[in-house]
Protein backbone atom coordinates (compact mmCIF):
# COMPACT_ATOMS: atom_id res chain seq x y z
CA UNK A 1 0.00 0.00 0.00
CA UNK A 2 1.54 3.29 -0.75
CA UNK A 3 0.29 6.46 1.10
CA UNK A 4 1.38 9.61 -1.05
CA UNK A 5 2.06 12.44 0.95
CA UNK A 6 3.02 15.04 -1.14
CA UNK A 7 0.14 17.47 -0.06
CA UNK A 8 0.74 17.17 3.58
CA UNK A 9 4.37 16.87 3.79
CA UNK A 10 5.21 18.74 0.84
CA UNK A 11 2.95 22.01 2.33
CA UNK A 12 6.12 22.87 4.33
CA UNK A 13 7.51 24.92 1.36
CA UNK A 14 4.23 26.77 0.18
CA UNK A 15 1.88 26.59 3.91
CA UNK A 16 0.05 24.12 2.43
CA UNK A 17 -1.28 26.63 -0.13
CA UNK A 18 -1.17 24.64 -3.41
CA UNK A 19 -2.19 25.71 -6.71
CA UNK A 20 -5.89 24.53 -7.24
CA UNK A 21 -5.20 23.23 -10.69
CA UNK A 22 -2.29 21.75 -9.30
CA UNK A 23 -3.98 19.65 -6.55
CA UNK A 24 -6.51 18.95 -9.62
CA UNK A 25 -3.67 17.20 -11.65
CA UNK A 26 -1.91 15.50 -8.80
CA UNK A 27 -5.62 13.87 -7.61
CA UNK A 28 -6.23 12.51 -11.13
CA UNK A 29 -2.58 11.57 -11.64
CA UNK A 30 -2.66 9.38 -8.12
CA UNK A 31 -5.78 7.85 -8.78
CA UNK A 32 -4.74 7.07 -12.41
CA UNK A 33 -1.08 5.65 -11.03
CA UNK A 34 -3.50 3.06 -8.47
CA UNK A 35 -1.99 4.62 -5.82
CA UNK A 36 -4.16 3.49 -2.48
CA UNK A 37 -4.25 5.65 -0.26
CA UNK A 38 -3.88 9.81 -0.33
CA UNK A 39 -2.61 12.29 2.80
CA UNK A 40 -4.11 15.42 1.89
CA UNK A 41 -3.23 17.75 4.56
CA UNK A 42 -2.70 18.24 7.36
CA UNK A 43 -5.78 19.10 10.36
CA UNK A 44 -4.27 21.77 12.75
CA UNK A 45 -5.99 23.36 15.30
CA UNK A 46 -6.31 27.00 13.98
CA UNK A 47 -3.37 29.05 13.69
CA UNK A 48 -2.95 33.23 14.28
CA UNK A 49 -1.30 33.29 10.56
CA UNK A 50 -2.44 32.46 7.15
CA UNK A 51 -2.20 28.61 6.43
CA UNK A 52 -3.67 27.01 2.95
CA UNK A 53 -6.26 24.26 2.49
CA UNK A 54 -4.00 21.35 3.11
CA UNK A 55 -3.36 22.67 6.43
CA UNK A 56 -6.84 22.38 7.89
CA UNK A 57 -7.60 19.77 5.48
CA UNK A 58 -11.21 20.40 6.45
CA UNK A 59 -14.22 18.20 5.70
CA UNK A 60 -16.14 21.61 3.45
CA UNK A 61 -12.40 22.04 1.65
CA UNK A 62 -12.54 18.01 0.65
CA UNK A 63 -16.09 18.23 -0.36
CA UNK A 64 -15.24 21.18 -2.99
CA UNK A 65 -12.66 19.36 -4.30
CA UNK A 66 -13.09 16.29 -6.77
CA UNK A 67 -10.89 13.18 -4.66
CA UNK A 68 -11.05 9.90 -6.52
CA UNK A 69 -13.35 7.48 -5.69
CA UNK A 70 -10.81 4.30 -6.10
CA UNK A 71 -8.02 6.14 -3.48
CA UNK A 72 -8.71 6.38 0.66
CA UNK A 73 -7.77 9.85 2.04
CA UNK A 74 -5.66 10.39 4.89
CA UNK A 75 -5.06 13.17 6.81
CA UNK A 76 -2.52 13.94 9.47
CA UNK A 77 -2.54 15.34 13.20
CA UNK A 78 0.52 16.55 15.37
CA UNK A 79 0.05 14.80 18.89
CA UNK A 80 1.54 17.15 20.76
CA UNK A 81 -0.48 19.79 19.59
CA UNK A 82 -3.67 17.97 20.73
CA UNK A 83 -2.30 17.03 24.07
CA UNK A 84 -1.54 20.49 24.51
CA UNK A 85 -4.60 22.42 23.45
CA UNK A 86 -5.82 24.20 26.46
CA UNK A 87 -9.29 22.93 26.24
CA UNK A 88 -8.25 19.90 26.62
CA UNK A 89 -7.83 16.61 24.37
CA UNK A 90 -11.55 15.72 23.53
CA UNK A 91 -12.19 18.70 22.77
CA UNK A 92 -9.25 19.27 20.76
CA UNK A 93 -10.30 16.52 18.69
CA UNK A 94 -14.15 17.26 18.82
CA UNK A 95 -13.06 20.59 17.26
CA UNK A 96 -11.02 18.65 14.63
CA UNK A 97 -13.12 15.75 13.29
CA UNK A 98 -16.97 15.06 13.12
CA UNK A 99 -18.00 11.38 12.89
CA UNK A 100 -16.33 9.68 9.70
CA UNK A 101 -20.16 8.88 8.42
CA UNK A 102 -19.85 12.83 7.55
CA UNK A 103 -16.27 13.03 6.16
CA UNK A 104 -14.65 12.13 3.19
CA UNK A 105 -11.51 11.46 5.26
CA UNK A 106 -10.89 7.82 6.08
CA UNK A 107 -7.49 7.47 8.19
CA UNK A 108 -5.92 9.69 10.69
CA UNK A 109 -2.26 9.33 11.10
CA UNK A 110 -0.89 10.69 14.77
CA UNK A 111 2.52 11.95 14.64
CA UNK A 112 4.23 11.42 18.09
CA UNK A 113 7.81 11.42 19.42
CA UNK A 114 7.73 8.42 22.04
CA UNK A 115 7.43 10.36 24.90
CA UNK A 116 4.12 11.57 24.08
CA UNK A 117 3.12 7.88 23.57
CA UNK A 118 1.11 7.26 27.12
CA UNK A 119 -1.57 10.84 25.91
CA UNK A 120 -1.46 9.61 22.58
CA UNK A 121 -3.99 6.86 23.92
CA UNK A 122 -6.70 8.91 24.66
CA UNK A 123 -6.40 10.65 20.78
CA UNK A 124 -6.38 6.93 19.62
CA UNK A 125 -9.77 6.54 21.70
CA UNK A 126 -11.58 9.31 20.82
CA UNK A 127 -11.12 9.14 16.91
CA UNK A 128 -12.13 5.25 17.00
CA UNK A 129 -15.34 6.63 18.42
CA UNK A 130 -15.77 8.58 15.75
CA UNK A 131 -15.56 5.68 13.76
CA UNK A 132 -12.09 6.46 12.11
CA UNK A 133 -9.18 3.61 11.25
CA UNK A 134 -6.28 5.27 12.82
CA UNK A 135 -2.48 4.87 12.10
CA UNK A 136 0.29 5.58 14.53
CA UNK A 137 3.67 7.41 13.44
CA UNK A 138 6.36 7.02 16.11
CA UNK A 139 8.64 9.88 14.46
CA UNK A 140 12.71 10.27 15.07
CA UNK A 141 12.71 6.31 15.42
CA UNK A 142 16.57 6.00 15.31
CA UNK A 143 16.67 7.95 18.86
CA UNK A 144 14.54 5.49 20.56
CA UNK A 145 16.40 2.48 22.48
CA UNK A 146 15.82 -1.35 21.91
CA UNK A 147 13.65 -1.97 24.78
CA UNK A 148 12.29 1.50 25.35
CA UNK A 149 10.89 0.81 21.32
CA UNK A 150 9.50 -3.10 21.81
CA UNK A 151 8.13 -1.67 25.42
CA UNK A 152 6.22 0.98 23.54
CA UNK A 153 4.90 -0.73 20.39
CA UNK A 154 3.92 -3.63 22.89
CA UNK A 155 1.74 -0.63 24.64
CA UNK A 156 -0.01 0.51 21.27
CA UNK A 157 -0.93 -3.05 20.56
CA UNK A 158 -2.65 -3.19 23.75
CA UNK A 159 -4.83 -0.71 23.00
CA UNK A 160 -6.17 -2.71 20.28
CA UNK A 161 -7.37 0.26 18.71
CA UNK A 162 -4.39 1.23 15.88
CA UNK A 163 -4.56 -0.69 12.38
CA UNK A 164 -1.27 0.58 11.34
CA UNK A 165 2.17 1.46 13.51
CA UNK A 166 4.76 3.65 11.27
CA UNK A 167 8.29 4.33 11.86
CA UNK A 168 9.59 7.61 10.89
CA UNK A 169 12.97 8.46 9.65
CA UNK A 170 12.71 12.24 11.03
CA UNK A 171 16.47 12.52 10.79
CA UNK A 172 16.96 10.88 7.13
CA UNK A 173 19.82 9.06 9.07
CA UNK A 174 18.94 5.13 8.48
CA UNK A 175 20.51 2.96 5.83
CA UNK A 176 18.89 -0.12 4.69
CA UNK A 177 20.70 -2.37 7.28
CA UNK A 178 19.39 -0.27 10.40
CA UNK A 179 15.92 -0.14 8.86
CA UNK A 180 15.71 -4.55 9.48
CA UNK A 181 17.06 -3.94 12.39
CA UNK A 182 14.55 -1.42 14.22
CA UNK A 183 11.68 -3.38 12.09
CA UNK A 184 12.49 -6.42 14.21
CA UNK A 185 12.69 -4.94 17.15
CA UNK A 186 9.00 -3.03 17.15
CA UNK A 187 8.29 -6.94 15.92
CA UNK A 188 8.79 -8.00 19.46
CA UNK A 189 5.89 -5.89 20.85
CA UNK A 190 3.80 -5.20 17.61
CA UNK A 191 2.18 -7.87 15.12
CA UNK A 192 -0.04 -5.58 13.45
CA UNK A 193 0.70 -4.17 9.52
CA UNK A 194 4.13 -1.97 9.54
CA UNK A 195 4.59 1.22 7.85
CA UNK A 196 7.69 3.44 6.95
CA UNK A 197 8.43 7.31 6.24
CA UNK A 198 11.70 7.68 5.25
CA UNK A 199 13.54 10.83 4.88
CA UNK A 200 16.01 11.42 1.96
CA UNK A 201 19.17 13.43 3.69
CA UNK A 202 21.74 10.46 2.87
CA UNK A 203 19.74 9.54 -0.46
CA UNK A 204 18.90 6.30 0.56
CA UNK A 205 14.58 7.28 1.01
CA UNK A 206 13.67 4.40 -1.81
CA UNK A 207 16.44 1.99 -0.58
CA UNK A 208 15.49 2.30 2.70
CA UNK A 209 11.64 2.13 1.54
CA UNK A 210 12.26 -0.88 -0.94
CA UNK A 211 14.53 -2.79 2.59
CA UNK A 212 11.20 -2.28 4.29
CA UNK A 213 9.46 -3.82 2.22
CA UNK A 214 11.20 -6.47 1.85
CA UNK A 215 11.53 -7.00 5.46
CA UNK A 216 7.48 -7.23 6.19
CA UNK A 217 6.64 -3.46 5.97
CA UNK A 218 3.14 -3.03 4.07
CA UNK A 219 2.69 0.88 4.40
CA UNK A 220 5.48 3.11 2.13
CA UNK A 221 5.06 6.88 2.51
CA UNK A 222 6.07 8.75 -0.99
CA UNK A 223 5.85 12.03 -2.29
CA UNK A 224 6.09 13.37 -5.92
CA UNK A 225 9.73 14.74 -7.01
CA UNK A 226 10.60 13.52 -2.88
CA UNK A 227 9.26 16.77 -2.08
CA UNK A 228 9.03 17.14 1.58
CA UNK A 229 10.61 19.34 4.99
CA UNK A 230 14.85 19.38 4.34
CA UNK A 231 15.64 16.46 1.62
CA UNK A 232 12.15 15.26 1.33
CA UNK A 233 11.26 11.68 0.79
CA UNK A 234 10.80 8.56 -0.94
CA UNK A 235 9.98 10.06 -4.12
CA UNK A 236 6.90 8.43 -5.32
CA UNK A 237 7.66 8.35 -9.28
CA UNK A 238 10.95 6.19 -8.65
CA UNK A 239 8.98 4.14 -5.69
CA UNK A 240 6.63 2.88 -8.61
CA UNK A 241 9.34 2.18 -10.98
CA UNK A 242 10.86 0.17 -8.01
CA UNK A 243 7.62 -1.85 -7.70
CA UNK A 244 7.41 -2.22 -11.14
CA UNK A 245 9.76 -4.32 -11.37
CA UNK A 246 7.45 -6.95 -8.78
CA UNK A 247 5.22 -9.16 -10.09
CA UNK A 248 2.97 -8.69 -7.24
CA UNK A 249 2.04 -5.11 -7.93
CA UNK A 250 -0.11 -3.43 -10.70
CA UNK A 251 0.88 -0.02 -10.00
CA UNK A 252 0.85 2.12 -13.48
CA UNK A 253 4.08 4.58 -12.83
CA UNK A 254 3.65 6.50 -16.14
CA UNK A 255 0.93 8.83 -14.99
CA UNK A 256 2.92 10.34 -12.42
CA UNK A 257 5.93 11.49 -14.55
CA UNK A 258 4.23 14.62 -16.74
CA UNK A 259 3.01 15.60 -13.34
CA UNK A 260 6.98 15.18 -11.58
CA UNK A 261 8.56 16.38 -14.37
CA UNK A 262 5.80 19.82 -15.07
CA UNK A 263 4.42 21.18 -12.13
CA UNK A 264 6.58 19.74 -9.15
CA UNK A 265 10.14 20.18 -10.95
CA UNK A 266 9.35 23.62 -11.15
CA UNK A 267 8.12 23.43 -7.19
CA UNK A 268 11.39 22.13 -6.28
CA UNK A 269 13.66 24.94 -8.31
CA UNK A 270 11.64 27.47 -6.63
CA UNK A 271 11.98 26.25 -3.14
CA UNK A 272 15.44 23.82 -3.37
CA UNK A 273 14.35 20.74 -1.38
CA UNK A 274 15.96 17.57 -2.22
CA UNK A 275 19.53 15.55 -0.69
CA UNK A 276 22.71 17.50 -0.44
CA UNK A 277 25.88 17.45 1.58
CA UNK A 278 24.57 19.71 3.99
CA UNK A 279 21.50 17.21 4.96
CA UNK A 280 23.77 14.38 4.17
CA UNK A 281 26.00 15.62 7.41
CA UNK A 282 23.33 16.44 9.29
CA UNK A 283 21.69 13.22 9.19
CA UNK A 284 25.23 11.90 10.37
CA UNK A 285 25.37 14.02 13.23
CA UNK A 286 21.99 13.97 14.44
CA UNK A 287 21.10 17.15 13.66
CA UNK A 288 17.28 18.08 12.45
CA UNK A 289 17.23 19.00 9.00
CA UNK A 290 15.15 21.78 9.51
CA UNK A 291 17.99 24.13 10.89
CA UNK A 292 19.23 23.14 7.43
CA UNK A 293 16.13 23.96 5.40
CA UNK A 294 16.15 27.16 8.01
CA UNK A 295 19.51 28.57 6.72
CA UNK A 296 19.32 27.39 3.14
CA UNK A 297 16.25 29.33 2.64
CA UNK A 298 17.79 32.75 4.60
CA UNK A 299 20.09 34.77 1.87
CA UNK A 300 22.13 35.64 4.65
CA UNK A 301 23.84 32.40 5.86
CA UNK A 302 26.67 31.20 3.47
CA UNK A 303 28.38 27.94 2.66
CA UNK A 304 31.21 29.04 5.69
CA UNK A 305 28.19 29.98 8.01
CA UNK A 306 26.07 26.85 8.03
CA UNK A 307 29.05 24.15 8.37
CA UNK A 308 29.99 26.25 10.97
CA UNK A 309 26.41 25.47 12.48
CA UNK A 310 26.99 21.90 11.87
CA UNK A 311 30.21 21.07 13.79
CA UNK A 312 29.12 23.13 16.72
CA UNK A 313 25.45 21.49 17.12
CA UNK A 314 27.45 17.91 15.87
CA UNK A 315 30.31 18.51 19.33
CA UNK A 316 27.37 20.40 21.51
CA UNK A 317 26.31 18.40 24.89
CA UNK A 318 22.99 17.33 23.26
CA UNK A 319 24.36 15.40 20.08
CA UNK A 320 20.59 14.85 18.61
CA UNK A 321 19.36 18.42 18.25
CA UNK A 322 16.04 18.60 17.27
CA UNK A 323 14.57 21.93 15.96
CA UNK A 324 10.86 21.11 16.48
CA UNK A 325 11.36 20.75 20.12
CA UNK A 326 13.47 23.60 20.64
CA UNK A 327 10.49 25.66 18.72
CA UNK A 328 8.23 23.91 20.95
CA UNK A 329 10.19 25.14 23.64
CA UNK A 330 10.05 28.32 22.21
CA UNK A 331 6.36 29.08 21.36
CA UNK A 332 5.72 26.86 24.79
CA UNK A 333 7.32 29.79 26.71
CA UNK A 334 4.83 33.36 26.74
CA UNK A 335 7.00 35.22 27.85
CA UNK A 336 6.63 38.94 29.59
CA UNK A 337 7.51 42.31 29.34
CA UNK A 338 9.32 42.29 32.47
CA UNK A 339 13.23 41.98 31.63
CA UNK A 340 15.56 42.18 34.05
CA UNK A 341 17.34 45.13 32.24
CA UNK A 342 15.90 48.43 31.31
CA UNK A 343 16.56 51.00 28.37
CA UNK A 344 14.99 53.96 29.75
CA UNK A 345 16.70 56.65 29.00
CA UNK A 346 19.61 54.87 27.64
CA UNK A 347 19.70 56.67 24.29
CA UNK A 348 18.61 60.33 25.13
CA UNK A 349 19.92 63.25 22.75
CA UNK A 350 21.36 60.34 20.31
CA UNK A 351 20.29 59.05 16.85
CA UNK A 352 19.88 55.31 17.01
CA UNK A 353 20.74 53.48 13.85
CA UNK A 354 18.68 50.47 13.29
CA UNK A 355 20.70 47.81 10.75
CA UNK A 356 18.68 45.24 8.72
CA UNK A 357 19.60 42.70 6.95
CA UNK A 358 18.25 43.69 3.93
CA UNK A 359 21.02 43.87 0.52
CA UNK A 360 21.09 47.84 0.41
CA UNK A 361 23.23 47.12 4.12
CA UNK A 362 25.84 44.96 1.87
CA UNK A 363 25.83 47.53 -0.53
CA UNK A 364 25.78 50.66 1.02
CA UNK A 365 28.29 48.84 3.71
CA UNK A 366 31.39 51.40 2.99
CA UNK A 367 29.05 54.55 2.99
CA UNK A 368 26.96 53.47 6.26
CA UNK A 369 30.73 53.04 8.10
CA UNK A 370 31.44 56.57 6.75
CA UNK A 371 27.96 57.54 8.21
CA UNK A 372 28.36 56.27 11.63
CA UNK A 373 32.03 57.34 12.09
CA UNK A 374 31.03 61.20 11.64
CA UNK A 375 27.44 60.99 13.04
CA UNK A 376 27.04 60.41 16.95
CA UNK A 377 24.67 57.61 16.18
CA UNK A 378 24.05 54.19 18.67
CA UNK A 379 23.72 50.82 16.15
CA UNK A 380 21.60 48.42 16.53
CA UNK A 381 22.07 45.24 14.24
CA UNK A 382 18.84 43.22 13.79
CA UNK A 383 20.06 39.09 14.38
CA UNK A 384 23.26 38.57 12.89
CA UNK A 385 24.76 39.66 9.85
CA UNK A 386 27.68 38.43 8.46
CA UNK A 387 28.08 41.30 6.00
CA UNK A 388 28.17 43.92 9.00
CA UNK A 389 31.72 44.13 10.70
CA UNK A 390 31.21 43.71 14.63
CA UNK A 391 33.21 47.13 14.83
CA UNK A 392 29.88 48.89 13.30
CA UNK A 393 27.64 47.55 15.89
CA UNK A 394 27.20 48.83 19.55
CA UNK A 395 24.86 46.15 20.62
CA UNK A 396 22.81 43.40 18.50
CA UNK A 397 19.00 42.93 18.45
CA UNK A 398 17.07 39.24 18.58
CA UNK A 399 13.64 38.54 19.68
CA UNK A 400 12.65 35.99 16.68
CA UNK A 401 12.70 32.37 18.09
CA UNK A 402 13.73 30.77 14.24
CA UNK A 403 16.95 32.94 14.34
CA UNK A 404 17.61 32.85 18.36
CA UNK A 405 17.69 28.61 17.63
CA UNK A 406 20.06 28.90 14.63
CA UNK A 407 22.32 31.92 15.54
CA UNK A 408 23.23 31.25 19.43
CA UNK A 409 26.24 29.47 18.38
CA UNK A 410 27.33 32.92 17.13
CA UNK A 411 26.79 34.83 20.12
CA UNK A 412 29.10 33.37 21.78
CA UNK A 413 31.72 34.63 19.65
CA UNK A 414 30.07 38.42 20.15
CA UNK A 415 32.50 40.85 22.46
CA UNK A 416 29.30 43.27 22.17
CA UNK A 417 25.91 43.03 24.38
CA UNK A 418 23.07 40.84 22.63
CA UNK A 419 19.62 42.61 23.96
CA UNK A 420 17.28 39.68 24.46
CA UNK A 421 14.08 38.64 25.84
CA UNK A 422 15.63 35.72 27.63
CA UNK A 423 12.08 34.85 29.23
CA UNK A 424 11.07 33.43 25.39
CA UNK A 425 14.72 31.59 25.05
CA UNK A 426 14.85 27.78 25.74
CA UNK A 427 16.99 26.93 28.85
CA UNK A 428 19.33 24.81 27.20
CA UNK A 429 20.58 28.40 25.16
CA UNK A 430 20.51 30.53 27.86
CA UNK A 431 22.52 28.24 29.91
CA UNK A 432 25.15 28.06 26.82
CA UNK A 433 25.11 31.79 26.29
CA UNK A 434 25.23 32.73 29.99
CA UNK A 435 28.82 34.17 29.17
CA UNK A 436 27.94 36.83 27.43
CA UNK A 437 26.70 40.56 27.87
CA UNK A 438 22.67 39.98 27.53
CA UNK A 439 20.54 42.78 28.25
CA UNK A 440 17.35 40.80 28.72
CA UNK A 441 14.39 43.67 27.70
CA UNK A 442 11.30 41.66 27.94
CA UNK A 443 8.63 40.64 24.98
CA UNK A 444 5.38 39.09 25.19
CA UNK A 445 3.42 38.51 22.15
CA UNK A 446 -0.22 39.20 22.06
CA UNK A 447 -2.37 39.89 18.70
CA UNK A 448 -2.93 43.75 17.50
CA UNK A 449 -0.68 45.18 20.15
CA UNK A 450 2.15 47.36 20.35
CA UNK A 451 2.76 48.74 23.99
CA UNK A 452 6.31 49.72 25.03
CA UNK A 453 7.49 49.35 28.64
CA UNK A 454 10.20 50.46 30.58
CA UNK A 455 11.62 46.71 31.23
CA UNK A 456 9.78 45.35 28.00
CA UNK A 457 7.00 45.78 25.16
CA UNK A 458 4.07 43.89 23.82
CA UNK A 459 3.86 43.27 19.80
CA UNK A 460 1.90 41.27 17.80
CA UNK A 461 4.70 39.10 16.65
CA UNK A 462 8.58 38.55 17.23
CA UNK A 463 9.46 40.84 14.44
CA UNK A 464 12.84 41.92 15.22
CA UNK A 465 12.71 45.27 14.12
CA UNK A 466 9.79 46.10 16.19
CA UNK A 467 11.31 44.66 19.15
CA UNK A 468 14.35 47.20 18.15
CA UNK A 469 11.97 50.54 17.86
CA UNK A 470 10.61 49.17 21.39
CA UNK A 471 14.32 49.64 22.69
CA UNK A 472 14.83 52.55 20.83
CA UNK A 473 12.01 54.32 22.06
CA UNK A 474 11.93 54.03 25.75
CA UNK A 475 15.61 54.64 25.77
CA UNK A 476 14.57 58.12 24.36
CA UNK A 477 16.50 58.81 21.33
CA UNK A 478 15.82 61.90 19.51
CA UNK A 479 14.89 59.87 16.27
CA UNK A 480 15.41 56.62 14.31
CA UNK A 481 16.64 55.51 11.10
CA UNK A 482 16.65 52.80 9.25
CA UNK A 483 19.41 50.86 6.62
CA UNK A 484 18.87 47.48 5.07
CA UNK A 485 15.18 47.58 5.96
CA UNK A 486 14.37 46.97 1.99
CA UNK A 487 11.05 45.79 2.18
CA UNK A 488 9.31 43.73 0.02
CA UNK A 489 6.12 43.67 -2.70
CA UNK A 490 3.34 44.97 -1.76
CA UNK A 491 1.47 42.18 -1.68
CA UNK A 492 4.24 39.98 0.42
CA UNK A 493 2.48 38.81 3.43
CA UNK A 494 6.08 40.06 5.28
CA UNK A 495 5.19 43.81 3.72
CA UNK A 496 1.56 43.46 5.48
CA UNK A 497 3.25 42.65 8.64
CA UNK A 498 5.45 45.84 8.11
CA UNK A 499 3.06 48.33 6.97
CA UNK A 500 0.65 47.60 10.14
CA UNK A 501 3.79 47.91 12.32
CA UNK A 502 4.58 51.35 11.08
CA UNK A 503 1.16 52.18 11.64
CA UNK A 504 0.34 51.13 14.99
CA UNK A 505 3.46 52.80 15.94
CA UNK A 506 2.72 56.43 14.26
CA UNK A 507 -0.49 55.96 16.67
CA UNK A 508 2.17 55.22 20.22
CA UNK A 509 2.32 58.28 22.13
CA UNK A 510 5.07 59.48 22.44
CA UNK A 511 6.96 58.01 18.74
CA UNK A 512 9.93 58.96 17.55
CA UNK A 513 10.30 60.10 14.02
CA UNK A 514 11.53 57.28 11.75
CA UNK A 515 13.05 57.65 8.70
CA UNK A 516 15.27 55.25 5.70
CA UNK A 517 18.58 55.92 4.75
CA UNK A 518 18.98 53.29 2.18
CA UNK A 519 15.82 51.89 -0.15
CA UNK A 520 13.24 50.94 1.13
CA UNK A 521 9.26 50.47 0.71
CA UNK A 522 8.00 50.89 3.87
CA UNK A 523 6.26 53.60 4.93
CA UNK A 524 8.35 55.56 6.18
CA UNK A 525 10.13 59.06 5.22
CA UNK A 526 13.10 58.05 2.60
CA UNK A 527 15.81 60.27 3.13
CA UNK A 528 19.88 59.14 1.52
CA UNK A 529 23.12 58.16 3.53
CA UNK A 530 24.54 60.55 0.89
CA UNK A 531 22.53 63.43 1.31
CA UNK A 532 24.42 66.69 3.18
CA UNK A 533 22.99 67.11 6.77
CA UNK A 534 20.52 70.18 7.09
Known sequence: MILDCTLRDGGYYVNWDFDPDTVRKYLTAIA????????????????????GANA??????????????????????????????????????????????????????IATNIDDIEQCHEIVERLNVLGYRVFLNLMQIDLVSHDKLVK???????????????????FGSLDPVNVKKIIKTIENGWSGPLGIHAHDNKGLAVQNTMAALNAGVLYLDSTICG??????????????????????????????????LQEFNALQKIHQWGP????????????HPTYIQEMLGDERYGTDQILSSINFLKSSKEPFFS???????????????????SAEGMFTGKTILILGSGASTKKYIDALQLFIKQNNIFVLC??????????????????????ILIEFDYYTKLNKPIIIP?????????????????????????????????????????????YAISVATIGGADKILLAGVDGYSLTDKRQIEMVELFHKYTQLKPSIPISAITPTTVPVTQGSIFAPEK
Open 32 to 51: TAKIEIIEIGFRFLPAKKFL
Open 56 to 109: YSTDVYLKSIDLPSNVLISVMVNASEIINCSEGIDNAVNQLFTSKSESPVDIVR
Open 152 to 170: TSSLIESWNMVEVLYMADS
Open 227 to 260: MGRGAGNARTEYLLVELGQRKDVTYFPDAVFPLA
Open 276 to 287: NMYYYLSALHGI
Open 323 to 341: FENMLRASSGIEGNEYGEW
Open 382 to 403: LNINKSVPESMVDAYVACHETR
Open 422 to 466: LTRVPKVIREIIKNIEILDYGLRVESGCFEIKKNGCVLSSTLSLA
